[in-house]
C-alpha cells in the first residue's frame, strides 16, 4: 500500500524499485516484508527512509518530472551518492528539477540556477558558472568542492 496503493504493480517491481533506492535489505528484513504498515506520517521510519520510499514512488510511477527538494538532505554522504547514482541513471530521460544545498549534488546538471535573497542570479551550465567564478563558483569553493573534485565536463 506505501509504494502502490491502487495495486497496479506485481511484486516483483516492488522489489526492483525498493533495490534501486536501496531500501531492499531493510523491507527484507521487516516481519512483514512487503505488506510492512507504515504508520501516520512515516513515525516508524527514519527521515531518510521516508525520503527513499518517494523516490521509489517516483521510480514505479516513471513520472516524467521529478521535483526533488532537498531529497537527500536526511541521508547519509554515501548513500545520498548511490541515490544520486540512482536518480542519474533511472531518471536520464525526464525533466529533474532540484532544490539542493548540497552541491554535489547538483553539479552534473544542464543547468542550474542559483537564488540570492529570492532573486535569480545566475542560471547557466555549471561550467560556465565554474568559469564565471560567480557566487555559484563561491558556493562551491566554500563547500570544498572542486572542479576536479566534484565538477564533470559535459
Given at each position: 500500500?506505501?509504494?502502490?496503493?491502487l495495486d497496479?504493480?506485481?511484486?516483483?517491481?516492488?522489489?526492483?524499485?525498493?533495490?534501486?533506492?536501496?531500501?531492499?535489505?531493510?523491507?527484507?528484513?521487516?516481519?512483514?516484508?512487503?505488506?510492512?504498515?507504515?504508520?501516520?506520517?512515516?513515525?516508524?521510519?527514519?527521515?531518510?527512509?521516508?525520503?527513499?520510499?518517494?523516490?521509489?514512488?517516483?521510480?514505479?510511477?516513471?513520472?516524467?518530472?521529478?521535483?526533488?527538494?532537498?531529497?537527500?538532505?536526511?541521508?547519509?554522504?554515501?548513500?545520498?551518492?548511490?541515490?544520486?547514482?540512482?536518480?542519474?541513471?533511472?531518471?536520464?530521460?525526464?525533466?529533474?528539477?532540484?532544490?539542493?544545498?548540497?552541491?554535489?549534488?547538483?553539479?552534473?546538471?544542464?543547468?542550474?540556477?542559483?537564488l540570492d535573497?529570492?532573486?535569480?542570479?545566475?542560471?547557466?551550465?555549471?561550467?560556465?558558472?565554474?568559469?564565471?567564478?560567480?557566487?555559484?563558483?563561491?558556493?562551491?569553493?566554500?563547500?570544498?568542492?572542486?572542479?576536479?573534485?566534484?565538477?564533470?565536463?559535459?
Amino acid at each position: 500500500m506505501n509504494l502502490d496503493p491502487l495495486d497496479k504493480y506485481p511484486d516483483h517491481e516492488l522489489w526492483e524499485v525498493l533495490e534501486l533506492c536501496h531500501l531492499k535489505e531493510f523491507v527484507q528484513s521487516l516481519p512483514q516484508k512487503l505488506l510492512h504498515e507504515i504508520s501516520e506520517g512515516g513515525e516508524n521510519l527514519s527521515v531518510g527512509q521516508r525520503q527513499l520510499v518517494c523516490l521509489a514512488r517516483a521510480l514505479l510511477r516513471k513520472t516524467k518530472i521529478l521535483i526533488l527538494d532537498e531529497a537527500t538532505a536526511s541521508i547519509d554522504f554515501e548513500t545520498d551518492n548511490l541515490v544520486q547514482t540512482t536518480i542519474r541513471k533511472e531518471f536520464s530521460d525526464c525533466t529533474i528539477l532540484t532544490i539542493a544545498h548540497r552541491l554535489h549534488s547538483i553539479i552534473d546538471s544542464d543547468r542550474v540556477l542559483v537564488l540570492d535573497s529570492g532573486r535569480i542570479t545566475e542560471f547557466e551550465t555549471p561550467q560556465n558558472l565554474i568559469h564565471k567564478r560567480g557566487l555559484f563558483f563561491d558556493m562551491l569553493t566554500e563547500a570544498g568542492i572542486t572542479q576536479d573534485s566534484g565538477a564533470k565536463n559535459k
